[in-house]
C-alpha cells in the first residue's frame, strides 16, 4: 500500500476548507438546492484526488489539472458549464508542456525543435486578454425544419409564442445546459415581447432573456435582444433573431430561424466550433418550443 504523503494531507486539508467556504456562502445566498451538486460533489471529488499518489509525471500533471478544473467549477457554481466546455483544452495544454519539459531534460543540448511549437501555444493563448485580441467574436446559426403545417396554420402557432419542452437537445442534456423553464408574451406585431425565463432563486443566478419584435412581414419577423441576465449570457450574448416560414409544397411549411450572437469564450479556434453546435442545438430547442416536429 503506497504510504500518503504530509502534503496529500495539506492540499486535502485545503480543498476541504476551500468547498466548505463556499457551501456557506452558498446556502446563505439562497441557493442550498444546487449547494450539494455544484460545491459538494466537485470538492469530494478534488479532496480524493488530493489523497491520490502520484505513480507518474503525466499521472500527477493529470491529477492536478483535475482538481484546478474541479476547484474552479466550484467557484463558477452554475457557470462550471464553462470548466466542462475548457477542460478538453486544459488538459492538452498541461500534457503537452509536460511533454515539451521532459523532451528538453532528455535532449537538453537540442531544445529548439523541441520549443518550436511553444510560441504557437502563446500567440494561441492571448486571444481574448484583451477586447481588441478577438478573432471573428460576431457568429449566427441557421436552422430550418419543415413541419406537415399549411403557411398559416403556422403562422397562428407562431402567433401563440413559444410553449416550454420537456425533452431537450441530447448536446444540451449532456452539458447540462440550462434552458428556459418559462415564457411569458405572443404576438407577431412590432412591439410585442416575448420573455424567457430560466430557472434560479430570488439571490441565484436564473435571469431572463427579453425579445421584441423589431420588424415583421410576410412570412418574417425579426427579433431584439432587449435584456440578457440569463445564466447562459456567462458564455454567448445574444442580439437578435429572426424567424421566417413559407409553403414546401404538399400542405406542409419550412420554418426557418436564425440566431445571431457573440462568443464569449477565447479561442475562437477552439470554442468557435463548440459554440456554434451548442447554438445550433439551442435554435432546434427554440423551434421545438414553437412548432411540432
Given at each position: 500500500m503506497?504510504?500518503?504523503?504530509?502534503?496529500?494531507?495539506?492540499?486535502?486539508?485545503?480543498?476541504?476548507?476551500?468547498?466548505?467556504?463556499?457551501?456557506?456562502?452558498?446556502?446563505?445566498?439562497?441557493?442550498?438546492?444546487?449547494?450539494?451538486?455544484?460545491?459538494?460533489?466537485?470538492?469530494?471529488?478534488?479532496?480524493?484526488?488530493?489523497?491520490?499518489?502520484?505513480?507518474?509525471?503525466?499521472?500527477?500533471?493529470?491529477?492536478?489539472?483535475?482538481?484546478?478544473?474541479?476547484?474552479?467549477?466550484?467557484?463558477?457554481?452554475?457557470?462550471?458549464?464553462?470548466?466542462?466546455?475548457?477542460?478538453?483544452?486544459?488538459?492538452?495544454?498541461?500534457?503537452?508542456?509536460?511533454?515539451?519539459?521532459?523532451?528538453?531534460?532528455?535532449?537538453?543540448?537540442?531544445?529548439?525543435?523541441?520549443?518550436?511549437?511553444?510560441?504557437?501555444?502563446?500567440?494561441?493563448?492571448?486571444?481574448?486578454?484583451?477586447?481588441?485580441?478577438?478573432?471573428?467574436?460576431?457568429?449566427?446559426?441557421e436552422v430550418s425544419r419543415v413541419v406537415a403545417l399549411a403557411p398559416e396554420q403556422v403562422a397562428a402557432m407562431l402567433e401563440a409564442g413559444p410553449q416550454p419542452v420537456g425533452t431537450r437537445q441530447w448536446s444540451l442534456r449532456m452539458l447540462g445546459v440550462p434552458v428556459p423553464d418559462h415564457v411569458h408574451g405572443d404576438g407577431l406585431e412590432p412591439g410585442d415581447r416575448w420573455t424567457f425565463a430560466y430557472h434560479g432563486s430570488a439571490h441565484g443566478p436564473g435571469g431572463d432573456i427579453v425579445t421584441e419584435v423589431r420588424d415583421a412581414g410576410a412570412g418574417r419577423v425579426t427579433f431584439a435582444v432587449l435584456e440578457d441576465t440569463a445564466i447562459t449570457g456567462r458564455w454567448v450574448g445574444l442580439r437578435d433573431a429572426t424567424l421566417g416560414w413559407h409553403a414546401a409544397g404538399a400542405g406542409r411549411t419550412e420554418v426557418t430561424l436564425r440566431i445571431d450572437y457573440r462568443r464569449g469564450l477565447d479561442p475562437s479556434w477552439y470554442f468557435g466550433p463548440l459554440q456554434d453546435r451548442l447554438m445550433h442545438a439551442g435554435a432546434e430547442h427554440l423551434l421545438d418550443m414553437l412548432t411540432p416536429r
Open positions: 503506497v504510504a500518503i504523503r504530509r502534503a496529500n494531507v495539506v492540499l486535502f486539508g485545503l480543498i476541504t476548507l476551500f468547498g466548505a467556504v463556499f457551501f456557506l456562502l452558498t446556502v446563505r445566498s439562497g441557493r442550498g438546492d444546487s449547494a450539494l451538486l455544484f460545491v459538494v460533489l466537485p470538492t469530494v471529488l478534488a479532496a480524493a484526488l488530493s489523497l491520490e499518489p502520484g505513480k507518474t509525471t503525466h499521472g500527477s500533471v493529470f491529477r492536478l489539472t483535475t482538481i484546478g478544473l474541479l476547484l474552479a467549477a466550484v467557484a463558477l457554481h452554475e457557470g462550471a458549464i464553462c470548466v466542462v466546455l475548457a477542460a478538453p483544452l486544459v488538459y492538452a495544454v498541461a500534457h503537452g508542456v509536460t511533454l515539451m519539459v521532459q523532451a528538453v531534460k532528455e535532449a537538453p543540448r537540442r531544445p529548439l525543435p523541441v520549443l518550436i511549437p511553444l510560441p504557437l501555444l502563446l500567440v494561441g493563448g492571448v486571444e481574448g486578454v484583451n477586447p481588441q485580441w478577438r478573432v471573428h467574436p460576431e457568429q449566427s446559426v
